[in-house]
């Protein structure tokens, strides 16, 4: 029984498009919300409900109730596939260009003739599909009734030779990955030159959003990284000059090497350290600013040598001067970052196998973080920042205006103290008042706001009240 409603759910929302007969039927199916037996070779309208039972070989539809296109809309928004399964064309990356001038020109593509439906609805029914095969049930986990199943389950080549009548092109994740190398070849050269039209800019950046998407699979990052992505792809759209491919870049990179370890050693070898500090330093964008720190963020973290990279190429000098700007949005992704670079280094200690314990310590020793964050002065630009963001709140006793800068700054302080005691230690006095003034702010706000701010606030308090101990204990030691 399971095993027919795995197969029904398997096909039912793939028949839906791509139900096709190559024998004519001259009457007509008339459509209801209850079940109806589909007569061979019997044409039917587009948006039913459709199932097959592969048993009795009777094919049925029906009308599709409200609850299942609530469900179709929902999953549109889901990004998970896998790296053997099948994928759509997205809409507007497969639509081909047969000549370079005419790209020169940015004459609007047309529509694909093949898709007789919405790709998005096709996109979400066809997730249906991997869903369903990689969601078997715990009955059908072991080896022979799988091999039941998948005997009852069509082959690939099977599937793909229906959507061919069906006129609907599905390939594999490595061909959507060529089809999208080669579309982006044809504007790479424009792009270089300066000589991009919006029309040719909007169709990169639908290229280098199909990348994303499927790049969120670890091993589709590796099939892109090895097919030459990050030289061929990233680095052509990082040195142009228009800030919204160099924003879509910046994320494409960030997706393909977050936790993806092969890939950041591919990223790190095309140094991709330099070339996101050099942006980082160099674009006055918030936007490309913010998005050079997400890459450089997945690129470096636990991952020593690309660490030792950012370190060694000015990356702890460069976050001091965004520390010491009116930038908060980058400010904030500089204190997250160091913050996580020292947690790494903590949860060493953590690692009950004593080998793998000192052989991760010897890697990272390397790295030299704490003395690179008091020669280039990262704990006085981050004392700094603390003192100007907690008096500009001090400034209004009815109000504050960023908890989330102020509760990012006190958790860095406490993350950064046992490095910096001697730097914060000369502002001691300043630092210890203001922590006080702050508290008292909280305090009192505690009464006049929303019960929801007023939860923030007692977070914040206990935030303060841990920072202040810290302070207060490393002030002794020194004494």
């Known amino acids: 029984m399971h095993t027919n409603i795995r197969l029904y759910s398997f096909l039912l929302y793939f028949h839906l498009f791509v139900f096709t007969r190559s024998e004519k039927n001259e009457s007509v199916f008339v459509p209801s919300r209850e079940w109806q037996t589909i007569k061979k070779g019997e044409p039917i309208p587009e948006g039913l409900h459709v199932r097959h039972n592969f048993q009795t070989g009777i094919t049925e539809a029906k009308l599709i109730d409200d609850e299942e296109t609530k469900e179709q809309d929902f999953n549109e928004n889901t990004n998970q596939s896998h790296s053997k399964s099948l994928i759509l064309h997205p809409d507007k990356m497969l639509r081909e260009s047969e000549n370079h001038e005419f790209v020169k020109k940015s004459i609007r593509t047309k529509e694909s003739e093949a898709l007789k439906v919405p790709i998005t609805e096709l996109k979400a029914r066809f997730k249906k599909i991997k869903e369903s095969v990689t969601e078997l049930p715990s009955e059908l986990s072991d080896e022979s009734a799988q091999t039941k199943v998948m005997h009852k389950l069509k082959a690939y080549e099977a599937l793909k030779e229906e959507l061919k009548a069906a006129r609907v092109n599905i390939t594999t994740d490595a061909e959507v990955l060529n089809t999208l190398f080669k579309k982006f070849q044809l504007y790479k050269d424009l792009m270089q030159s300066s000589s991009l039209l919006s029309e040719d800019i909007e169709i990169l950046l639908d290229v280098l959003n199909g990348f994303e998407y499927l790049i969120h699979q670890i091993d589709i990052a590796r099939l892109f990284a090895d097919m030459e992505g990050i030289s061929n792809i990233i680095l052509p759209c990082l040195n142009s000059t228009y800030n919204e491919i160099k924003t879509e870049a910046l994320r494409l990179l960030g997706a393909a090497v977050q936790s993806n370890p092969k890939v950041q050693a591919k990223a790190l070898q095309k140094d991709l350290i330099q070339k996101l500090l050099h942006i980082l330093s160099t674009n006055n964008k918030i936007l490309v600013k913010t998005r050079c720190l997400f890459a450089l963020s997945a690129l470096v973290r636990h991952f020593p040598a690309a660490q030792k990279a950012l370190f060694d190429h000015g990356g702890i000098e460069i976050f001091g001067k965004i520390l010491s700007s009116d930038q908060v949005q980058t400010q904030l992704k500089v204190m997250r970052l160091i913050n996580d670079l020292i947690v790494e280094r903590q949860d060493i200690e953590k690692i009950s196998d004593i080998k793998q314990r000192y052989a991760k310590a010897k890697q990272y020793a390397i790295t030299d973080l704490e003395?690179?964050?008091?020669?280039?002065?990262?704990?006085?630009?981050?004392?700094?920042?603390?003192?100007?963001?907690?008096?500009?709140?001090?400034?209004?006793?009815?109000?504050?205006?960023?908890?989330?800068?102020?509760?990012?700054?006190?958790?860095?302080?406490?993350?950064?103290?046992?490095?910096?005691?001697?730097?914060?230690?000369?502002?001691?006095?300043?630092l210890l008042k203001l922590i006080n003034d702050m508290l008292h702010l909280y305090q009192n706000l505690i009464g006049i706001v929303e019960s929801d701010e007023a939860d923030i606030i007692t977070n914040q308090i206990h935030l303060i009240k841990k920072l202040k101990i810290v302070l207060e204990m490393s002030l002794h030691e020194e004494l």
């Open 371 to 430: 003395q690179k964050l008091i020669m280039h002065r990262y704990c006085k630009y981050l004392s700094d920042l603390m003192i100007k963001s907690f008096k500009y709140e001090l400034r209004d006793e009815n109000e504050i205006n960023n908890y989330e800068l102020l509760e990012v700054i006190s958790e860095s302080m406490i993350m950064i103290n046992p490095i910096c005691k001697n730097e914060i230690y000369i502002d001691k006095h300043m």
